[in-house]
């Protein structure tokens, strides 16, 4: 038995007590803990196995991970059989199992406690401002699997613009902003125009953007430092032929392709960090692969540069069991893997912007939404930018956030991806609302196991 990654005591203690606090008391409880406070459960306790284990296995060697207290033990093979029947010959055996998360007693509700849990890391770690803004609906592409088809085509306003600026100018919190569409580099007009006066008003912001890169000047590249650009998503389907099916340009200029990984090459040169996100389906995922590895080879060990894998989701698109999925994400994470800092992170806060409370998507007429995906159609609407004066007083009706599915909660994976996208709820594929850390967690995981034989 070795532990090699252990649980955080005044978390794991607030597991094990028999009386679940209110919130406030929770908070109270966490912030005065003290390591020496903390007493293991006595061994004569009834116990369970938590339901965010994860077995791997290595010859007659076995590895369990625990997603939510992030801790892990390695076994022999007999210590497991003991753990699988919760029946110990040593004592210090199971001492190592319930101080570390991996048995709790069993009157624990893991998932209840856990929500508690995020109600608290929210208070203690929200402290950034996100919006999305949609600076129009217009796209000068029609990409096949557009979750945005049908919608009206709009650009947002010189005067909603100016009013959005007004409004964030009043937050109270640094804020991020996430340039998106349509294609957002159609209104970089507005761009110039709203970070100009959250400028001209000293107002402490950082930006992001959503593209399909295809606009991409040098001209452009040249503002991304005055408009504070951090960081950018452009989307990529495959190589050059797939990537021009799927993307259905208006108006194909010879060599897009190669003109937009030499713009990618630029941007990292200007130490933007730039994510690559290759949007797969069982059609195109040998092709995006390919992709992977030519930016891999064209851009080696660039720190500014990561490519993942996405599984489209929709009922245009080729279905694929999570077993498929994680075989093709395999073979991307070979060359750009998930970061380890994965399996020791606290446990998701938010799992998206449906659920993070100062996060908002402002559409082109000025509505607030809840989630990106309902841009132009606005089921989630709560409000205009007209009708406030500040984000800080706006608050999600609960009706407009989607429960967490039953067997999201008891999903092994859920500490890490929160319950995953709430907008996927309705697709007829049940993995579609699955987040990438499912995937990474395998892989690393994984990974520790090869290094074991």
């Not at 199992?97 to 849990?117: C, I, K, M, Q, W």
């Not at 107002?203 to 590249?221: R, V, W, Y």
């Not at 069982?282 to 930016?295: G, P, S, V």
């Amino acid at each position: 038995m070795i532990v090699m990654m252990k649980a955080p005591r005044a978390v794991l203690s607030l597991f094990q007590r028999n009386d679940l606090l209110d919130l406030a008391e929770c908070l109270s409880y966490l912030e005065n803990f003290s390591d020496e406070q903390y007493c293991p459960i006595t061994v004569d306790t009834p116990m369970k196995h938590s339901q965010y284990n994860i077995v791997k296995s290595c010859s007659k060697t076995y590895i369990i991970y625990n997603t939510l207290f992030n801790s892990m033990i390695t076994l022999s093979e007999a210590e497991y059989q003991q753990y699988q029947e919760i029946q110990f010959s040593e004592l210090n055996l199971v001492e190592a199992l319930a101080d570390e998360g991996f048995l709790l007693p069993h009157f624990v509700d893991e998932y209840h406690y856990y929500a508690y849990y995020q109600e608290i890391l929210k208070n203690t770690y929200d402290t950034v401002a996100h919006y999305t803004v949609a600076l129009t609906s217009k796209c000068n592409a029609r990409c096949i699997y557009c979750y945005e088809e049908g919608i009206p085509q709009f650009d947002m306003s010189e005067e909603t613009a100016d009013r959005l600026a007004e409004v964030l100018c009043s937050s109270e919190k640094p804020i991020s902003i996430t340039w998106f569409g349509g294609e957002p580099l159609l209104k970089t007009d507005l761009i110039e125009r709203i970070t100009s006066t959250l400028k001209d008003n000293h107002k402490s912001f950082q930006a992001e953007m959503i593209t399909n890169g295809s606009l991409l000047t040098d001209d452009i590249i040249a503002k991304f430092s005055d408009w504070n650009m951090q960081w950018i998503q452009i989307s990529i389907d495959g190589m050059e032929e797939e990537y021009l099916r799927r993307k259905c340009y208006y108006d194909v200029q010879a060599g897009i392709f190669d003109k937009l990984v030499e713009n990618i090459g630029k941007l990292i040169d200007h130490e933007i960090y730039v994510d690559i996100r290759l949007n797969m389906d069982q059609k195109n995922a040998d092709d995006c692969i390919k992709a992977a590895e030519y930016f891999h080879s064209k851009y080696p060990d660039s720190p500014y540069l990561n490519v993942y894998p996405a599984f489209l989701s929709g009922m245009k698109c080729d279905k694929a069991t999570p077993t498929e999925r994680a075989s093709h994400f395999q073979k991307v994470y070979d060359l750009y893997p998930p970061q380890q800092s994965l399996l020791t992170n606290i446990p998701k806060i938010n799992a998206c912007f449906y659920s993070q409370a100062q996060a908002f998507v402002i559409d082109t007429d000025g509505s607030i939404l809840c989630c990106d995906r309902d841009v132009g159609k606005q089921k989630t609407k709560m409000s205009t930018v007209y009708e406030i004066s500040s984000f800080e007083a706006l608050d999600k009706p609960a009706c407009l956030i989607p429960t967490v599915r039953e067997h999201c909660e008891r999903c092994v994976y859920y500490p890490k991806c929160g319950g995953g996208c709430r907008a996927a709820y309705e697709s007829f594929c049940d993995c579609d609302a699955c987040f990438m850390d499912r995937y990474q967690v395998e892989y690393l995981l994984n990974h520790i196991i090869n290094c074991l034989k």
